[in-house]
């Protein structure tokens, strides 16, 4: 659900690029299973009724097979109910590893989240010289991040909107902090950083935990962290005084349930991925489960929501 990309490009290496023009309901798909089969970078462009995928393969003899493949991927996306073939156009070109590396960064400039998160690349000079400069001010948090093959860069509206509904809370140092799909480690890190007692960060996916365990080290949270390979939170038996999951919708939905005994009483639950004319549905799973909607956020067309357990 974010803007994914890496930062190995090796002198020399010829890169192919996909062009792919969806309708905004099957991009996240689209990026995720590009990315499972072994994409190098992907930048997310995002229009009204149509995003734009481009994403970066080394040119090699795989090239037609991918494509083959990518298109027969697509071409079942109206089986999980969402537009397929005939929403989607691709094109493919080639880039040599300079154009490629510099297109890459120029896609991951600073930015300032709300008015207390600053999220900057390592390789870009901001307003603070460093982390202790930045933690200094107390009225800024840093965060530091190299991408890497992960979601969470805080470029993606449904990334954005969970940072500000963390950024909203106040902890008192002794919460204890789930964050399932935890892509680049970005919500862990501010919540760290916002003085909780432990994150435990959680994904499926290998590339995704060694990118945040990286994060983790570039931003000095390692000690409150705790990286876990696990689908949700299948795999553990703690309560948590606040759960994140900036998943999507169809992910959210059947975990609702679930939540209530993984949080301690009236703990509190963020969810992201939620496109608006799926809120609803994801409102009442959350009332159905004993949950009370305290906050809303909204950017384009996706929905943040804070919402907390009743007993």
Known sequence: MEQKSSTRSKVGVRWTQIQVKTAVESADAIANYLFENEAVGLEIQEGNDQHTLLVYFPQDDLMALRLRNLQRFISKLPNFGLPG????????????????????????PPQQIGTQVIV???WHHTEFADQDEAQSDNSKILIRLDPGMAFGTGHHPTT????LLLS????????VVADIGTGSG????LAVKMGVKKVVAIDIDETALNVAEHNFVVNDVVNKTDLRHSHGLDNTSEKFHLIIANIISQVILP????YPKYLRKHGKLILSGILENESQTIRKALRDNGFRCLKERKQNEWIGILAQKGS
């Not at 590893?97 to 120029?106: I, L, T, V």
């Not at 954005?160 to 940072?163: Q, T």
């Not at 970005?186 to 890190?189: A, K, R, T, W």
């Open 168 to 175: 909203d809370l106040e902890f008192k140092g002794r919460e």
């Open 255 to 258: 975990m609702i349930p679930l």
């Open 160 to 163: 954005r909107l969970s940072l």
């Open 120 to 122: 900057a690349p390592t």
């Open 186 to 189: 970005i919500l862990s890190i």
């Open 85 to 108: 073939e005939g929403f989607v156009t691709i094109e493919m070109r080639a880039y040599d590893s300079q154009d490629w590396a510099d297109s890459w960064r120029s896609a991951f």
